[in-house]
């Protein structure tokens, strides 16, 4: 198994540009979730999704579109980048929420910066 | 909402020696999870430790340990015979039993010195 999946590892944009981070996952996990790290913050939840064709927004939303067609990948787009979504993202997946195995497994991150 | 607390942004200890990491939660929840993620430089999140807020039983994982106080909603994690390769970033998280939103604290910079 690869585990959790990212890609690029790395992005630079200029402000008002889009682009799409990437995420796949192959252990067949319902739950995927997108973070962004900021310094002195920790992991912040933008998106979620319980399954295929199933979305919805965590903490911080704004700016991010996120859509699930199939189980495996789960991509994260940035509509207009600004300057404040500099970051680093994560992308995670799990069991479901009633699985007593329940734990959250971490992609390695995309580090952005928007100038 | 629930919030997770880390006190200490940053701690060191000497290498072999024992060190106690802080954190406490606010919810009004009763079935929820509580987790220890390590973060080294490479920035991969690392999954060090679980407790199930139900057990009353400390969680142990070879040389980490927790202690879990439910009724004072704090969530320590002790690292015995400190080693170099425990040198990261250390989050404190916390899930509701019945989804998997998890909130994160803000970290500690943990250096173990040679």
């Known amino acids: 198994n690869a585990g959790v999946t990212q890609t690029p590892k790395f992005q630079v944009l200029k402000t008002g540009q889009s682009m799409t981070l990437q995420c796949a996952q192959d252990?067949?996990?319902?739950?995927m979730s997108w973070y962004r790290q900021d310094p002195g913050m920790g992991l912040r939840l933008i998106h979620y999704?319980?399954?295929?064709?199933?979305?919805d927004q965590g903490e911080v939303p704004n700016g991010y579109n996120v859509s699930r067609s199939t189980t495996e990948d789960f991509p994260l787009r940035l509509l207009s980048a600004a300057p404040s979504q500099t970051s680093v993202y994560f992308c995670a997946s799990s069991y479901t929420p009633r699985d007593p195995r329940n734990e959250q497994f971490f992609g390695p991150g995309t580090r952005l910066t928007v100038l | 909402a629930q919030t997770v607390t880390q006190s200490q942004p940053e701690m060191s200890v000497q290498e072999a020696e024992t060190v106690t990491l802080s954190c406490t939660y606010d919810t009004s929840e009763s079935n929820y999870y509580l987790f220890w993620y390590k973060q080294p430089p490479s920035r991969q999140m690392i999954l060090v430790i679980r407790q199930e807020a139900y057990k009353q039983q400390n969680a142990t994982e070879n040389r980490f340990s927790v202690n879990f106080q439910k009724a004072a909603k704090s969530f320590s994690l002790k690292i015995s015979d400190s080693q170099l390769g425990d040198t990261a970033m250390y989050f404190c998280?916390?899930?509701?039993?019945?989804?998997?939103?998890?909130?994160f604290g803000a970290g500690t910079r943990l250096t173990v010195k040679p």
């Open positions: 252990m067949n996990h319902e739950y």
């Open positions: 998280a916390f899930m509701k039993q019945d989804n998997n939103d998890m909130r």
């Open positions: 999704s319980v399954g295929a064709g199933i979305t």
